[in-house]
Structures are given as structure tokens and as C-alpha cells.
């Protein structure tokens, strides 16, 4: 068997007893949540910018890990995030914002509300090549063992808008420092698994009771605000969007990522408020506050 190349990229920061789970995308990286989770931690939260199962090594390992995989690693952040707080929130880029919908149907009661940035169920944005538009039929050409060897490569501008930020990520991510920047490809098994992934949980979005912040590129290269709308049809807890004008697919990392941040404290803090329970006129006579 292949040695594995996966380096441990995950990052904790330790807050106040209300924390955010963070996931990234596919081939992606933590690090692409790491200004996010400095922001929100900044805001009082702990925060566990988790590694998705099989990320950050090689593209053999990644070929070894499939949609079921991703989700369990979602369910073992989860968890590991809820033994040190009391109220949880999960956020995630493109197919990390999938499987914190995911979670939040397999496990309501662990989910307090959603942060869903550059939400990917359709890859319909402006620079996806006619071919890629297609790749929700992978799941049928890999499983008669089709093209296991083909990929769709990352192409300019890389979900990128900020030319600095750009240079920076897409030349990591092309020097192959997988762990900093993902990997340069999409693999096609692995997007099989992801279209899997999405016929899994989009039938299943009404069970969505949680709270969610919906912030999407208007602009998105890589999916289009067709997915945001998505979302706000199908859930039927309480939903909030913001569209981002200045920004490409990955909002975590390019120029607006200051308004994730400060857009996604305020909503987690806004839900937070709705758990306090009111003081009786008793208790407020005898002096005492909000439990």
C-alpha cells in the first residue's frame, strides 16, 4: 500500500463555551478557514477548523476516502468540539457547507445554527467548463470503473477575486503544499463521491430546522447563486443571505472575508441570545440575572 502523505493541518482555538465547527471544501485545506476561525475566535468563540478525511497529503490519498468518509470525519469533529463547549455552531465552504447541512440532518440536536459560505450542490459558475457542468453523472461512469485517472484541474482565477491573496494560495497550491493550499485538482472518483454527497442531502434539506447564514459570491466562478437559492427554498428553519460583491467562490480567503467574519459572529451571537431564558419578576426582584 501507498505511504500516506497527509500532514495534520486541523487548528483549535480555545474561546467562550459557544464554538464553531469549521469545514473546508474538497481538496481543500483548514487553512482555508484559519482567517475565519481567527475572527470568530476574536468574537469570544472556540473555534475547530477540522481536516476532512483523506485531505491534505497526496491525491492517492484522497482517492482512498469517499463521501461516507468525509461525513463520519464532520461527526468526529463534532463531537470532539462539543465536549468543550455548550452551544455548537458548524460553517463550511463549498462542500463543507454540504456536509454541515449534512451533520445538521443527521444530528439536529448537535447544530445550533449554520454558516454556509459558497454553497456547492451544482458546478454551474462562469469559468466551469461545459464538461465539468456534466460531472453529475461521475457517480455512473466511475462506478463502471471509467476514467478513474482523470481530473478537473484548477483553472484562473482560482476562486480567488484578490490578485494578492491569488498569487499567493494558487502558487502554494500549484508548488504542492497540499496541506497550505489543497490540491491543484479535482480528482473524478472523488467528484463522483461528491455528487453522492449532494443526492444524499439535498432530498433531505427540509429536515434543516437549524438557523442558517447563507453568504454567497454574486459573482461565484465556481456556483453560481443558484446554490444559495437552493437552500433558502428547501430548509425550513429560519434563513438569512448575504450575496458578496467584491468576492469569488472561496468568500473564507478573498477580499471580503472580513464581512464572513463579522456577518457570521453577529448571526451566532443573535442565535446564542435566543437561548437565554427570561428572568421570572421574582428572581429580578431577589437581584438575580439571566441563567
Not at 23 to 32: F, K, M, V, Y
Request: with cysteine; net charge positive.
Amino acid at each position: 500500500m501507498t505511504q500516506s502523505m497527509i500532514k495534520q493541518a486541523d487548528f483549535l482555538l480555545r474561546g467562550g463555551r459557544a464554538g464553531v465547527l469549521l469545514i473546508h471544501g474538497l481538496t481543500g485545506t483548514p487553512a482555508e478557514m484559519r482567517f475565519v476561525g481567527k475572527g470568530l475566535h476574536r468574537a469570544g468563540f472556540t473555534v475547530y477548523g477540522m481536516q476532512l478525511a483523506g485531505h491534505c497529503g497526496s491525491e492517492a490519498d484522497l482517492l482512498r476516502t469517499g463521501w461516507r468518509d468525509w461525513a463520519a470525519s464532520v461527526r468526529d469533529g463534532a463531537a470532539q468540539l462539543r465536549s468543550e463547549v455548550d452551544h455548537m455552531f458548524v460553517a463550511g465552504l463549498s462542500m463543507g457547507s454540504v456536509l454541515a447541512l449534512n451533520l445538521a440532518i443527521e444530528q439536529p440536536d448537535w447544530v445550533d445554527g449554520l454558516g454556509l459560505y459558497g454553497s456547492t450542490f451544482f458546478y454551474d459558475g462562469w469559468t466551469i467548463p461545459r464538461l465539468a457542468r456534466l460531472s453529475f453523472m461521475l457517480p455512473l461512469v466511475c462506478g463502471m470503473g471509467l476514467f478513474k485517472q482523470r481530473r478537473f484541474m484548477e483553472s484562473f482565477p482560482y476562486g480567488i477575486k484578490d490578485e494578492r491573496v491569488r498569487m499567493r494560495i494558487a502558487g502554494a497550491m500549484l508548488d504542492g503544499q497540499s496541506e497550505a493550499a489543497g490540491l491543484p485538482g479535482n480528482p473524478w472518483p472523488s467528484l463522483a463521491e461528491f455528487h453522492k454527497l449532494v443526492w444524499h442531502v439535498r432530498p433531505r434539506l427540509r429536515q434543516v430546522r437549524a438557523p442558517s447564514l447563507i453568504m454567497h459570491a454574486a459573482d461565484d466562478d465556481i456556483a453560481s447563486v443558484r446554490n444559495a437559492r437552493l437552500i433558502e427554498r428547501r430548509v425550513t428553519g429560519p434563513t438569512e443571505t448575504i450575496l458578496l460583491n467584491d468576492s469569488y467562490h472561496m468568500v473564507t480567503v478573498d477580499g471580503e472575508r472580513g464581512k464572513v467574519i463579522d456577518h457570521s459572529a453577529e448571526f451566532f451571537t443573535r442565535v446564542l441570545a435566543g437561548f437565554r431564558r427570561p428572568v421570572s419578576p421574582q428572581v429580578a426582584a431577589a437581584g438575580g440575572g439571566v441563567a
